[in-house]
């Protein structure tokens, strides 16, 4: 079974940035649509961002503008960047398969001054 590790989260100040990694396995990792998640406390996890196997993209309205996912197919490795982040990106980050049920063990991002 294909397995995820995030990494990269942590306590930033609004207006800050950070850049999570996902490392996956898989041998035919490079045709995943992959995406990163979040969940905050209290709330379902949703879809921030997405990214097929060819490089299109596309972001929930919350966070269009400001986040950029990316990734290498080489290194098996999918990107978050989070630019100008906001208190209400506080969640805990994961990354999968788009339209499966499986994640990694997330990485925890706080916003907070």
């Known amino acids: 079974q294909v397995q995820f590790v995030e990494s990269g989260g942590g306590l930033v100040q609004p207006g800050g940035s950070l850049r999570l990694s996902c490392a996956a396995s898989?041998?035919?990792?490079?045709?995943?649509?992959m995406g990163w998640y979040r969940q905050a406390p209290g709330k379902q996890r949703e879809l921030v961002a997405r990214?097929?196997?060819?490089?299109?993209?596309n972001y929930a309205d919350s966070v269009k503008g400001r986040f950029t996912i990316s990734r290498d197919n080489a290194k098996k490795m999918v990107y978050l960047q989070m630019n100008s982040l906001k208190f209400e990106d506080t969640a805990v980050y994961y990354c999968?398969?788009?339209?499966?049920?499986?994640w990694g063990q997330g990485t925890q991002v706080t916003v907070s001054s």
């Open positions: 999968g398969r788009v339209g499966y049920a499986h």
């Open positions: 898989g041998s035919i990792f490079s045709l995943y649509i």
């Open positions: 990214i097929t196997s060819d490089g299109r993209t």
